[in-house]
């Protein structure tokens, strides 16, 4: 019988989103954010559709009752609304380790704290709650973007997985994997700081 290590309901609190966990009366705000195209061009699958959103999501409630995911909406605080989405899963306790993913925001908060905020919230919940050895994280191998904020958290380059997952529109794509480790974490998170206290001036 799988282990659920995530003990629900998680609520990770920052100053300026909280991570509270993925429910169905979230669907329609949620899918309302992510409407918008532009979030899921370097994105697999493209919850810009509404049935492809509504088999992700109701997917990834029913992994969460088998422990194999824990995913969350993300409400900023300030305006009291749902900015995005992010999530655990590939999650092995007996190993120790899980992933970070499916995590996407708004367009209007690109390039500000809040992405550096929900790292830093779920990590430190990895790394000081969960006790892992190691946070998988990985995306599509040109989305220079997310690759540049990976690295810059503290993620250590891996390698490339050629053909990794068929995406929405049928074609294959790259997965470039990082990882954190447990020995890694307090200089990751020290970077993550910096960066929130940097954007904050």
Same mark, same amino acid.
């Given at each position: 019988?799988?282990?659920?290590?995530?003990?629900?309901?998680?609520?990770?609190?920052?100053?300026?989103?909280?991570?509270?966990?993925?429910?169905?009366?979230? =669907?329609? !705000?949620?899918? !309302?954010?992510?409407?918008?195209?532009?979030?899921?061009?370097l994105i697999p699958?493209?919850?810009? $559709?509404?049935?492809?959103?509504?088999?992700?999501? $109701? =997917?990834?409630?029913?992994?969460?009752?088998?422990?194999?995911? #824990?995913?969350?909406?993300?409400?900023?605080?300030?305006?009291?609304?749902? /900015?995005?989405?992010?999530?655990?899963?590939? /999650? #092995?306790?007996?190993?120790?380790?899980?992933?970070?993913?499916? *995590?996407?925001?708004? *367009? !209007?908060?690109?390039?500000?704290? /809040?992405?550096?905020?929900?790292?830093?919230?779920?990590?430190?919940?990895?790394?000081? /709650?969960?006790?892992?050895?190691?946070?998988?994280?990985?995306?599509?191998?040109? $989305?220079?973007?997310?690759r540049k904020a990976?690295?810059?958290?503290?993620?250590?380059?891996?390698?490339?997985?050629?053909?990794?997952?068929?995406?929405?529109?049928?074609t294959a794509r $790259?997965?470039? #994997? #990082?990882?954190?480790?447990?020995?890694?974490?307090?200089?990751?998170?020290?970077?993550?700081?910096?960066?929130?206290?940097?954007?904050?001036?």
């Amino acid at each position: 019988m799988r282990v659920h290590w995530i003990n629900h309901p998680v609520i990770l609190r920052g100053k300026s989103v909280e991570l509270v966990p993925l429910e169905k009366e979230h =669907f329609e !705000k949620l899918y !309302k954010a992510a409407a918008d195209k532009k979030l899921w061009e370097l994105i697999p699958t493209d919850c810009s $559709n509404r049935e492809t959103f509504e088999t992700a999501y $109701n =997917f990834s409630l029913a992994e969460r009752e088998k422990g194999n995911q #824990y995913p969350f909406v993300i409400f900023h605080k300030q305006t009291k609304e749902v /900015i995005g989405s992010t999530r655990f899963f590939e /999650i #092995y306790p007996l190993d120790k380790k899980l992933e970070i993913g499916w *995590t996407w925001i708004i *367009t !209007k908060y690109w390039g500000t704290e /809040i992405n550096l905020e929900c790292k830093l919230l779920l990590l430190s919940f990895c790394f000081e /709650i969960l006790k892992t050895n190691r946070v998988q994280i990985k995306t599509k191998d040109n $989305n220079f973007r997310s690759r540049k904020a990976i690295e810059k958290i503290g993620g250590v380059f891996e390698g490339v997985l050629r053909k990794d997952r068929v995406q929405s529109d049928g074609t294959a794509r $790259n997965a470039v #994997y #990082y990882s954190i480790l447990d020995s890694e974490w307090e200089s990751a998170k020290q970077k993550i700081i910096n960066q929130i206290n940097d954007k904050a001036v």
